[in-house]
C-alpha cells in the first residue's frame, strides 16, 4: 500500500510540474496591448479593416522577430494613448511618438526609430499663380530697365537727327518734326529700314551702336523675365514663411492629442468659431488626409503636423488645380519612438529596443518610410470633436 501510495504521489507530483511547464510560456510571454491611433497617415491609419502604416508595420516586425503575442487597442489621439499606457492598460503605444522634453519627463519611450520635425503646408491655385506674375511683371525692377532702355534709344534717336540733318529733311517735306523724330525712334528700336535715316558714316556709326544697346538690352530683359520674374512669381505663390509666427494669423489644421496641437497652443492660436472661415484659429482633424479637401474649400489655410505626414500628402494628394506646398519645416526636430507602460518588464522593453535597432541597422525602417510614402491617399472625415 505504501508502495502504491508513492506510486500514486510520483505520478501526482509530475503530472503538477507538467502542468506548471505548459503555464510557463503563458506567464513567461503575455499578450500584449498595444495602442494604435487612426487618421495618422502615413504612420498608423486603419484601411479595408487592416492596420498600416510605418510605426504599424516597424512594430509587427519588432514582434515578429521577438516572437512577442500582442493585441491593438485603438485610441482616439495619441495622447490619451500615452496617457493609458503611463496609467498601465495599455503596455505599447505604437505611434511615430515625438520624444519631446515634456513628454520625456512624463512617459517611458523605446529607441528612436526615426527623427522628424513639424511643417507647415499651405495650397496654391493657377490663378493665384497667374496673378503673382502678372504682379512681378509690373514691378520696379523691370519698370527701370524698360524705361533705361527707351531713354538710351531715345538719346540715340536725337543724335541721328541731328548727325544726319533731320530737321531739315522734316522742313523740306512738309511732314511734322515729330513724325520724322518717330520714325528714326521706330527703325532704332525694331532695326528694320536703316537705309531710310542714315547716309553718312557717323549716322551708320550711331545706328550700330544703337543696334548694340538694343540687342544687349533685349537679352537681358528675356534673362530677366524667364529667371528672376517667373522665380519671383513662384516664391510670393508659394507663401513661404520667414516665421512660425505668420501661422498664428491663420486657420491651422492639426491633430487632436499630439505636439502639433501644443505648438498652435504656444503661439496662442485659440480654437476657430464654427463658420467663421476669415477668422484665424485651430481646427481638428480627424484624419491628416482630410487636410487636402478643406484647404481646398477654403475651410483651412494651413496645416500643421509632422514634416512626414505633410511630404505625404504632397505627394499623394491630386491637384486638381490645387499645388500643395510647404510654406516653412523642420520646425522643432525631436527623436520619435513607441511608448512603454512603467509595468512593462525590462527584459520585454530591452527585446524590443533590440529589434528596433537591428531593424534600423538592415535598412528596414527606411524601405518602411518610402512605403508608407507611396501608400495611396483614401478619403477620410474631416473634422473632428476630439481633443
Known sequence: MKRQGGRHGLLTWGAGLLLLAWGLPSQALPVLRVGVVDGSQPCSYREGGAWKGLAVGLWTRVAQTQDLPYVLRPMPSIRAMLEATRQGQLDVAVECINISPQRFRRYRFSLPFQEDGQAVLVVNDRISLGREFLSAVMSLSLLRMVGLLVLTLLLMSAVVWWVEGHAAQACASGRSRAHHFIKVFTILLTGEGDDAIVDTSRGRGVLMVGYLVRNVSSAVLVGFLTVELVEEARGRANRHFET???????RVGYKAGTVSEDLLRELGLQPAPVGRQAVPGRVPLASITSAINLLRQGSLDAVLADELQLRYLKAQASSGGLMPVLA?????????????????????????????????RRGVVQQLRREALAAPLADEPSLSSAN
Do not use: N, Y
Request: proline share 8%.
Open 244 to 250: 512660425l509666427a505668420e501661422v498664428a494669423t491663420l
Open 328 to 360: 516653412i519645416a523642420g520646425i522643432r526636430p525631436e527623436s520619435q519612438g513607441f511608448a512603454f507602460s512603467p509595468r512593462l518588464p525590462a527584459t520585454t522593453a530591452r527585446r524590443i529596443d533590440l529589434a528596433i535597432t537591428e531593424l534600423k
